[in-house]
């Protein structure tokens, strides 16, 4: 696990775009193309934006990259709080991404319907090979959730390497996510987190015991060993060690 702490978020976004930039690069000069699971929530909003930036949008072979969603809310494609739609505006139409490399989970179908489909999309899209996306981006929520693994639900046990609903009793709502064993066959996955508000959960998840159901983002540690974590001083001030191990 590697930790990057730096002192504002503009910082960290920067740093994720350039380690986006490199694992894009290894991807396409290793197997012909790149494919991301993005991440949904208000963090990563403002790291596509830069991505698609004049700075940012020569240096990714974007008509080789494949995207996907780590985790969707159960809503319309047009409704603000669409993981698909942020994405959608933050990157894809700026960038003029082609709807063939973008895979977003069919939210007009029932839940269950939805998930079982979408898991099948990544089945096809990776055909007979395991199914290990080069990236997953992952964000952190204020209780301890990344995707839609939310504390004290059923997915949380799921040993599928697949995609499941989830409903959230607190809420009254489903979300799509992929399961923890889908996400940690990737080759790289990397956590973005910065704000104050999450500073607790950042060492619930990194320094307190293992307890999944409390603190779910301590599910995820792919096989390949990549996590790295990128982080405002803000989100790692209750981290007692902040050093990569
Ligand atoms: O990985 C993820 O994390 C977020 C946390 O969201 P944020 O709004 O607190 O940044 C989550 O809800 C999101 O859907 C997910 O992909």
Do not use: C
Not at 48 to 61: D, G, N, T
Not at 107 to 122: G, K, V
């Amino acid at each position: 696990m590697k930790l990057h702490v730096f002192p504002g978020a503009d910082e960290v976004l920067r740093t994720l775009a350039d380690y986006f930039v490199a694992v894009a690069s290894q991807a396409v000069a290793a197997r012909g193309r790149f494919a991301v699971a993005l991440s949904g929530g208000s963090s990563p909003k403002k790291l596509y934006e830069l991505l698609a930036s004049p700075e940012y949008r020569e240096k990714v072979a974007w008509e080789q990259v494949y995207f996907f969603f780590g985790d969707e809310r159960n809503v319309p494609q047009t409704s603000p709080d669409s993981n698909y739609l942020m994405a959608k505006k933050a990157l894809f139409e700026p960038l003029a991404i082609r709807s063939a490399q973008v895979f977003a989970v069919d939210t007009r179908l029932p839940p269950a319907e939805a998930a079982t489909q979408y898991a099948l999309a990544i089945e096809e899209f990776f055909e007979e090979k395991k199914a290990r996306f080069d990236l997953v981006l992952l964000g952190l929520g204020d209780n301890a959730h990344t995707a839609s693994l939310f504390p004290h639900t059923p997915v949380l046990h799921d040993t599928t390497v697949g995609v499941k609903e989830v409903f959230l009793p607190e809420q009254q709502v489903f979300r799509i996510t992929m399961t923890a064993p889908l996400l940690n066959q990737a080759r790289a996955i990397a956590f973005l987190v910065y704000g104050a508000s999450k500073a607790l959960a950042v060492q619930q998840i990194l320094e307190f015991d293992r307890d999944i159901e409390q603190y779910p983002a301590q599910l995820i540690a792919p096989s390949s060993d990549e996590v790295d974590w990128f982080l405002d001083a803000a989100a790692a001030k209750e981290l007692k060690n902040q050093q990569s191990s």
